[in-house]
Nanobody, 124 residues
Framework: QVQLVESGGGLVQTGGSLRLSCAASGRTFSSYAMGWFRQAPGKEREFVATIRWSGGSTYYGDSVKGRFTISRDNAENKVYLQMNSLKPEDTAVYYC?????????????????WGQGTQVTVSS
């Protein structure tokens, strides 16, 4: 059974940085797609970034392109989201997701497994 546990959220000022971690367990993830999504109060879940576990190719949502970086650590079975130049509009609960398909996936409903989320708050 796949388990995803996010960590690293918190409160940061505008322009600051945070690194989110997603610890993945329960499977061999070499054929998986991993993703980060976020959801702000009253808004739909938004795609942030995705990575193919094998090969490491990535794709980003337009609102975070150039500021956020997704990466993975094969030895630790972790996926990271480095967030720089944070803005108040980045405030949301951030979720890690996994899908047993070796492609880049941007649609939330195409993911099979989700973590519990971690809150990121950016103050102005």
């Amino acid at each position: 059974q796949v388990q995803l546990v996010e960590s690293g959220g918190g409160l940061v000022q505008t322009g600051g940085s945070l690194r989110l971690s997603c610890a993945a367990s329960g499977r061999t993830f070499s054929s998986y797609a991993m993703g980060w999504f976020r959801q702000a109060p009253g808004k739909e879940r938004e795609f942030v970034a995705t990575i193919r576990w094998s090969g490491g190719s990535t794709y980003y949502g337009d609102s975070v392109k150039g500021r956020f970086t997704i990466s993975r650590d094969n030895a630790e079975n972790k996926v990271y989201l480095q967030m720089n130049s944070l803005k108040p509009e980045d405030t949301a609960v951030y979720y890690c997701a996994a899908a047993p398909r070796p492609i880049l996936i941007t649609i939330a409903t195409n993911y099979n497994n989700w973590g519990q989320g971690t809150q990121v708050t950016v103050s102005s």
